[in-house]
Every structure is written in structure tokens, then in C-alpha cells.
């Protein structure tokens, strides 16, 4: 790359340290990143990473210590004095307006964008140059997910960053966007550009940094060359212990208990910008984790929103939970009837931000003995709350914690955990280890397998991780454009073909969506690499 040791570093942040009310998130860090550095930011959910990377771009500002940037004493007091400096950054959520164009996208954040034609032509003009193909007067509502993450880029590359800051960049990103954007990286490094990478995607991290920092409960703990490191040894630094490890189980699924069955669902989105579900056929059987995959916006959301019941269905017996039909449910109805729900937004559907975590439990977990005659169990729910905590390993104030005060991946396991110790019938879990550390993911999954082993529950999974539907599914499906794939077993399926499937080489004409019978009750599963 274009690192070189000799050279003063780009940014030298001495001593940082900040705390929020009940928490230290930074105790005394030092970090240095030298110019051309493909450097990686590691971390367990809520060791201080967010917080971290939110100093240097000025959102939060640190309370004790010193930054210099390029050797002089530094102030970083807001992301516009950042980005003056050649600091830019690329969020884990996009911040795109869906209804302008990828141009007046740009232009927002540019203090001298210029006219809108001698933008576009700087637009063009960096995409070819780092092959991250755009098109200017492209709506933002008409491009996937990978495109979009582009449309960050570009705006980034505009500003003539020096040191490019990248807040979990693969997580809804097919395979071949995913090599698309290391070539464009290691570009970046080779000009003399630096960037900080944060990743729970420990195999991308070997693969693509040079350096590595190292965050656990708020301190810094160590720092390797990851080239040199696996990802389990990687894994230990940044847990402090060996990091656990998935246990299979036997399956049982009975192929004659059918407890989620869509029939011939359509659907009609609810904003312009959405994607129509058409004629979808689909059993999910009890004691089986089914998997749907596919890159974000190709109607996997307004399935989501058909089965939770936030919209209902043209007809009641489109959706079917264990033989009765829920289609003209509202969520209250079907959770009543054994259904739970894990969306993929985290807060504003999964959880009430300004809410406690109390609170935010008894809001889809009321029915599990939390209310009695009209009137809530507050030591239940308390006790419940707290079971989440430990069983999840939520690292919070309290219970009485207001959820927006956890870290992502803190939250993330908190609504998982709230969903499986209810141990429903149907569980529809949408990315459920998204931006989860590796120790969180598998207990996620460990937990999902023992719903479905000991419990008996089906699962309909729908996640862009690849490697985590091949590791905890036993069957699997590809949606795209709002048609499903036909459904097959994961024993008789390949990366290579779901890829193609992902693009909509499929043919839907002769499937069968009740799938495959299972041929021994065991569970296939590739290794995750």
C-alpha cells in the first residue's frame, strides 16, 4: 500500500477520553494513522468504537486529551471543520434524500458544488476514475443498496479527503460490491490516502488492513497486523477469551406441520419508491429455520411489513399461521396467535428510542404474563428485562436505560434477545446479527438454532449475510424484484448459484416452495469463512 513508516502521522490522537452519563465509552486512547494506512478499528459492540470515530469527526467532542492532525494540535468541533481538514466519512446508515438525484445529493453536501452540469461532469469524471459507476441524474429511490453506498463515496472523494473514515461499509453488500470496494480502498491507500476501517466482518478486516486497533470496555488493548493474525486469534484480543463456538443440533422439522404458509401473496407498496409483491407461495414448517436472501430493496421490506401486520393483506388467507389465516390481523392479533417479529430497524420499530428498556420489553412481550387485568407486573417485567440483559450480554446503564442510549449492536441483541425468550411458534427475524462483534452473532444464532432444536419454533430468517444463512439454515430462498426463487435445501445449494439467483436468474415457473423433503433431519451447513 502507500504506507510509509517514515512519515509524521496523518492523525496522532492522544489520551481521549469521554463519558456520557453512566458510562465511559473512550478511557485514555491513543491511536496514530500514518498516511496511505488501510487501518481497522476492533471492537465488541459498545467498547467505544462509535464513540471514537464520532470525535475525530467532530460529532461528539472528546472530554480529556489531544488530537493533532498532519504533527499540529488539533480541534475537531464539527464535521463541516472535519471535512476542511480532509476528513470524510461514510456512515453505517446512508443519508441520502430518496427523491432528489444523485447530483443534488452531492451538491447538499459540498460547500462549493458549483452549477449542477459542471457537477455532474466532476461526478462522472470520479466514478470512472475509481470505477464506481453512477449516473448523476439517477433518482436515489432507483438504486440499490450497493449503488447508493457509491453515491457516499463519490460525495466523499469530492471533498478530497485525506483520510476516509468507513462505519461498517459491507453490511448489505452482495459479494462482488464487496471486491468492487476493497480495489477502490486499496487504490485510495496506493494515492497516499488513509482509511479507517470498522468492520465485525473479521475475514474482510485480514483481507483488506494492514494495521489493526484493538477497543475492549472502553480501553485500548492491543494492535496487530491482521495479515498476519487468523480470525479467531483476532477475535480472542478483542474479547479477552476464546470466542464461543456454534453448536449444531438435529433438526425435526415436521413436514407436515406447516406454521407459516403464504398463498399467492401480493402486495402493494406503501410508498411510490417500493417494490410490488407478486403471487408469493412460501411454507415455513415447525422446527426449521428457512431463509430468505437477496440485496436490500428488492421487497424484502414490504414483506415484512405484510407479515408483521403493519399492513394487512388484499385477502385473510394470504398469510396463514398454523392453518388459520391472520391476513386481515393487525400485529397485536398475530402476536397473540404465537408470532414474533425482529425488525431490521432497530429503533423506531424495534424499539422506542426515548423509552426505557423495561418499558420497550413490555411492548411486544405483554402478553407473556406482564399484564394482568389491565394492570402491568412491574417486577415481571423488570425481571424479564434483566434476563435479556444477561442472556444477551447487553452492556447498558440498567434496565431503566433509555434505549437510544446503547450502542447499536448493544440494542440489536436486546430486541433479538426480547423475541426469543418468548419462545414463539413463528419467529421473522430480519438481520439479526447486523452490526453485532462476532461473540454476539453467535450467540444470536446459537440461541435461534435452540429455539428451533429444543422448542420446535420456525424461523423465517431474511438477512443479506450469505455466510450466516448458510450457517444456521435448512432451507433456502432468493427474493428479487418481489418474486421468490424456488426454495432448496441448503445441503443442495452453493454460493455461486444464490448468487446468480440474487441477479434474478431463476425460473419461478415449476417451484415448489414447500421445498424439498429433508433427507436424514440433519442440518448442512458450509463453513463460514
Same mark, same amino acid.
Do not use: W
Given at each position: 500500500?502507500?504506507?510509509?513508516?517514515?512519515?509524521? &502521522?496523518?492523525?496522532?490522537?492522544?489520551?481521549?477520553?469521554?463519558?456520557?452519563?453512566?458510562? $465511559?465509552?473512550?478511557?485514555s486512547i491513543d491511536l496514530t494513522i500514518q498516511p496511505g494506512e488501510l487501518h481497522a478499528l476492533l471492537g465488541e459492540n459498545g467498547a467505544g468504537k462509535s464513540t471514537l470515530v464520532k470525535c475525530i469527526y467532530g460529532v461528539v467532542h472528546p472530554d480529556a486529551g489531544q488530537m493533532l492532525w498532519q504533527g499540529q494540535p488539533t480541534a475537531i468541533t464539527s464535521p463541516s471543520r472535519a471535512q476542511r481538514l480532509g476528513i470524510g466519512m461514510?456512515?453505517?446508515?446512508?443519508?441520502?434524500?430518496?427523491? $432528489?438525484?444523485?447530483?443534488?445529493?452531492?451538491?447538499?453536501?459540498?460547500?462549493?458544488?458549483?452549477? =449542477?452540469?459542471?457537477?455532474? +461532469?466532476r461526478i462522472v469524471e470520479v466514478s470512472k476514475e475509481y470505477q464506481l459507476a453512477i449516473e448523476p441524474g439517477r433518482h436515489v429511490y432507483d438504486l440499490s443498496v450497493g449503488e447508493r453506498q457509491r453515491v457516499e463515496i463519490v460525495r466523499c472523494l469530492l471533498q478530497d479527503p485525506q483520510l476516509l473514515i468507513m462505519d461498517e461499509p459491507t453490511s448489505v453488500l452482495t459479494p462482488g460490491e464487496v471486491e468492487l470496494l476493497f480495489k477502490t480502498l486499496r487504490r485510495l491507500a496506493?494515492?497516499?490516502?488513509?482509511?479507517?476501517?470498522i468492520s465485525h466482518k473479521l475475514e474482510e478486516v485480514c483481507a483488506l488492513c494492514e494495521r489493526a486497533t484493538i477497543?475492549?470496555?472502553?480501553? $485500548?488493548?492491543?494492535?496487530?497486523?491482521?495479515?498476519?493474525?487468523?480470525?479467531?486469534?483476532?477475535?480472542? =484480543? =478483542?474479547?479477552?477469551?476464546?470466542?464461543?463456538?456454534?453448536?449444531?443440533?438435529?433438526?425435526?422439522?415436521?413436514?407436515?406441520?406447516?406454521?407459516?404458509r403464504l398463498n399467492a401473496l401480493n402486495h402493494q407498496p406503501s410508498t411510490p419508491f417500493g417494490t410490488r409483491l407478486e403471487a408469493l407461495d412460501l411454507a415455513v414448517r415447525a422446527g426449521e429455520v428457512l431463509g430468505i436472501a437477496g440485496v436490500a430493496g428488492n421487497g424484502q421490506q414490504e414483506l415484512l411489513m405484510a407479515l408483521s401486520g403493519e399492513q394487512r393483506s388484499q385477502r385473510r388467507?394470504?398469510?396463514?399461521?398454523?392453518?388459520?389465516?391472520?391476513?386481515?390481523?393487525?400485529?397485536?392479533?398475530?402476536?397473540?396467535?404465537?408470532?414474533?417479529?425482529?425488525?431490521?430497524?432497530?429503533?423506531?420499530? +424495534?424499539?422506542v428510542s426515548e423509552m426505557s428498556l423495561v418499558d420497550n420489553t413490555c411492548l411486544t412481550a405483554y402478553q407473556q404474563g406482564l399484564v394482568r387485568h389491565g394492570f402491568v407486573r412491574e417486577q415481571a417485567v423488570r425481571r424479564l428485562t434483566r434476563q435479556i440483559c444477561e442472556r444477551f450480554n447487553v452492556i447498558s446503564g440498567g434496565t431503566s436505560a433509555e434505549a437510544r442510549s446503547l450502542s447499536g449492536g448493544n440494542l440489536q441483541k436486546f430486541v433479538m434477545g426480547r423475541e426469543i425468550l418468548q419462545a414463539p411458534k413463528v419467529l421473522i427475524a430480519a438481520n439479526p446479527t447486523w452490526g453485532v462483534d462476532v461473540g454476539a452473532a453467535v450467540t444470536i444464532r446459537q440461541a435461534l438454532l435452540d429455539l428451533v432444536t429444543q422448542g420446535g419454533t420456525g424461523v423465517l430468517l431474511i438477512s443479506e449475510d450469505l455466510n450466516e444463512l448458510f450457517e444456521i439454515c435448512d432451507r433456502l430462498a432468493v427474493m428479487y424484484?418481489?418474486?421468490?426463487? &424456488?426454495?432448496?435445501?441448503?445441503a443442495d445449494a452453493d454460493h455461486e448459484e444464490i448468487g446468480r439467483w440474487m441477479a434474478g436468474l431463476f425460473d419461478t415457473g415449476s417451484a415448489d416452495n414447500a421445498g424439498p423433503s429433508a433427507t436424514d433431519g440433519k442440518r448442512h451447513h458450509a463453513a463460514v469463512t
Open positions: 500500500m502507500g504506507t510509509d513508516s517514515q512519515a509524521a &502521522p496523518l492523525l496522532e490522537l492522544r489520551d481521549i477520553s469521554k463519558r456520557y452519563p453512566g458510562t $465511559l465509552a473512550n478511557d461514510v456512515f453505517q446508515h446512508f443519508s441520502l434524500f430518496e427523491t $432528489l438525484t444523485v447530483a443534488q445529493n452531492i451538491a447538499l453536501s459540498l460547500k462549493n458544488a458549483g452549477s =449542477m452540469r459542471g457537477l455532474a +461532469g496506493a494515492e497516499g490516502r488513509s482509511i479507517l476501517y477497543l475492549r470496555s472502553a480501553r $485500548l488493548v492491543d494492535s496487530c497486523d491482521p495479515r498476519t493474525e487468523s480470525t479467531d486469534s483476532l477475535a480472542r =484480543m =478483542m474479547m479477552g477469551t476464546a470466542p464461543p463456538v456454534l453448536e449444531h443440533r438435529q433438526t425435526h422439522a415436521d413436514e407436515q406441520q406447516i406454521c407459516l388467507d394470504m398469510i396463514q399461521l398454523d392453518g388459520t389465516p391472520v391476513g386481515h390481523m393487525d400485529p397485536a392479533g398475530r402476536r397473540a396467535r404465537g408470532l414474533a417479529f425482529a425488525p431490521a430497524e432497530r429503533l423506531g420499530r +424495534g424499539a424484484e418481489g418474486r421468490l426463487s &424456488p426454495v432448496v435445501s441448503v
